[in-house]
């Protein structure tokens, strides 16, 4: 008689936990080797959960309290290239003081994981989410996509690492979420086995590449115009083939784990038919799927895009999603001072995503959730209704509306 034989268990258990506590198991699954922290809020509890793992014995990790970001950063930045799996992360201010390290993290094609807890840029001084911490990293090497949930979020770790260190890839990966939206709030999150993860992540593996003393390699020399292009170019091409390995590694995590996600690149709420859409990033998809229902309730033929990854841009991808569209309103939680018609970060890159196609969607931009100021339901509501009359707007007109500005 034949044995039926066992599926290995996938989840472990499911708990309530915020986005912070949740990225901290993910590191935990990820059996990260060396964590470099100096907390600053909104990502705080992220090291705080993680320093309790570890002197609970979950997790052996070396846990380095750093004396700055810009030493933080660079401690995760040499651990990764001896051939450690790393962690660190930042928000705010503090993402920016530890650019230096962050640039040449991404030129010496090294793949430690950064949680960037969204915060405003001082100055005034804001606790508040915006988006523009984690997007100056945007044109640097780094791949960067947003979570939307904590279940997103842990999940991501996995999946970033898993693509970050591929040897076809190797860069860095900013995990973003929404400060406060996400990293304080609390759901009910899937744990997944550490057997599970094993088959989807393997060992962190520099080849060839990583230094030690039987293998001396010079990082970063002064080549100046000798090689800098060609460097350039390498780094260039490892971003273009990065495009294809978020789609493997998104096939491979489905089949370990069963049908997570439809598309790695965003996900699309009732766009069958839909001829208004709206598109963004992180924690806005919670009311902007609601106002989705609200309006389809009405008869609207409207639906939303949750834009995932920002880098490698999914331009084929959402061509094909946004191009059947009457309107697209584009929803910004960044600034971009002087810009293209003064437009947002992320409705330039739509912008450009869309214009070879010959019949276009019209585009509307949004700013707005400035310095964690809310983005309620009835604002996705009044989105919808200006992107509807986009096609009307005559040459000239605005394109840009700023939401929940005070009169």
């Known amino acids: 008689m034949a044995t039926v034989l066992e599926q290995p268990q996938i989840w472990a258990k499911e708990l309530l936990l915020n986005g912070c506590q ?18 600053i809020r909104p990502y705080t509890e992220v090291m705080d959960a993680l320093s309790k793992i570890i002197a609970d014995g979950e997790l052996d990790s070396e846990y380095i309290v750093a004396d700055s970001e810009h030493s933080q950063f660079e401690i995760v930045k040499h651990a990764s290239s001896v051939g450690a799996r790393a962690f660190a992360g930042s928000s705010g201010t503090g993402w920016m003081y530890g650019f230096e390290a962050l640039v040449v ?14 915060r405003a840029l001082d100055d005034p001084g804001a606790f508040g989410v915006e988006h523009n911490d984690a997007l100056a990293v945007r044109d640097m090497g780094w791949l960067l996509c947003w979570a939307s949930t904590a279940q997103e979020a842990l999940e991501h770790v996995l999946i970033g690492y898993r693509i970050a260190e591929d040897n076809r890839v190797r860069m ?12 304080h709030s609390q759901h009910m999150v899937k744990l997944p086995t550490q057997e599970a993860v094993q088959r989807f992540l393997p060992p962190y593996d520099l080849g060839n590449r990583r230094m030690h ?18 460097l350039r170019r390498q780094n260039w091409e490892a971003a273009r ?13 489905n089949e370990i784990f069963g049908n997570r996600y439809v598309s790695p690149y965003f996900d699309e709420f009732m766009t069958e038919d839909a001829e208004v859409v709206l598109i963004g990033l992180g924690a806005v998809a919670m009311p902007a799927r609601t106002a989705v229902r609200r309006l389809r309730n009405q008869g609207k033929k409207v639906g939303y895009v949750n834009l995932r990854w920002f880098r490698p841009f999914p331009t ?10 009457k309107a697209v309103g584009v929803i910004d939680r960044d600034f971009a001072h002087g810009s293209p018609d003064s437009g947002g970060i992320v409705v330039h890159d739509i912008r450009s995503c869309l214009y070879p196609l010959t019949t276009r969607p019209a585009i509307a931009n949004f700013i707005g959730g400035l310095g964690g100021r809310d983005i309620s339901i009835e604002d996705c509501i009044r989105m919808f209704e200006v992107t509807a009359q986009a096609p009307n707007r005559a040459p000239g ?5 700023w939401i929940g500005l005070r009169e």
Request: charged share 25%; hydrophobic share 50%; no cysteine.
């Open 241 to 253: 083939r990065a495009k294809d390995v978020v789609a493997q590694a998104y096939k491979e995590y």
């Open 22 to 39: 949740a990225v901290a198991q993910g590191v935990k699954l990820a059996d990260v080797d060396v964590i470099a922290a100096y907390p």
């Open 213 to 230: 003393p039987d293998n001396p390699v010079s990082i970063a020399p002064q080549v100046n115009e000798d090689w800098v292009m060609e």
């Open 316 to 325: 084929e991808e959402l061509r094909a999603a946004l191009g059947r569209m």
């Open 172 to 183: 860095p990966m900013a995990l973003a979420m929404d400060g406060a939206f996400l990293t």
């Open 105 to 118: 993290t991404a030129t010496d094609r090294l793949s430690p994981l950064f949680l960037v807890g969204n």
């Open 397 to 401: 007109d605005e394109l840009v509306t």
